[in-house]
Nanobody
Framework: VQLQASGGGLVQAGGSLRLSCAAS????????MGWFRQAPGKERDFVAA????????SYVDSVKGRFTISRDNAKNTLYLQMDNLKPEDTAVYYC?????????????????WGEGTQVTVSS
């Protein structure tokens, strides 16, 4: 599976962005998908994950109630709707795929990674 993230940009605090992650390959519908982010000088951190059916999701506490992860297996696409953005959300965002069938939050559990997309939130 090859992944390509898009949708990043510059937005003012309180604004919204929708990230997309297009996947190639016929196995997209299997496995858990996740979003991670990496700010300058920091480690890559878990943001959100969704199981293959979309039934189960998980978020880091700092984005709960503001971000929504979803997937459309028919379109081989993963999404991250980000609302009420804050300056501390500024980072490069990466999408990733795990072969695990349950929610996983550790980057080491993900086998496929896309190129990141920059999100910058100004105050």
């Amino acid at each position: 599976v090859q992944l390509q993230a898009s949708g990043g940009g510059l937005v003012q605090a309180g604004g919204s962005l929708r990230l997309s992650c297009a996947a190639s390959g016929r196995t997209f519908s299997s496995g858990t998908m996740g979003w991670f982010r990496q700010a300058p000088g920091k480690e890559r951190d878990f943001v959100a994950a969704i199981t293959w059916s979309g039934r189960y999701t998980s978020y880091v506490d700092s984005v709960k109630g503001r971000f929504t992860i979803s997937r459309d297996n028919a379109k081989n696409t993963l999404y991250l709707q980000m609302d009420n953005l804050k300056p501390e959300d500024t980072a490069v965002y990466y999408c990733a795929r795990s072969l695990k069938g349950w929610i996983v939050k550790a980057a080491l559990e993900y086998e496929n990674w896309g190129e990141g997309t920059q999100v910058t939130v100004s105050s």
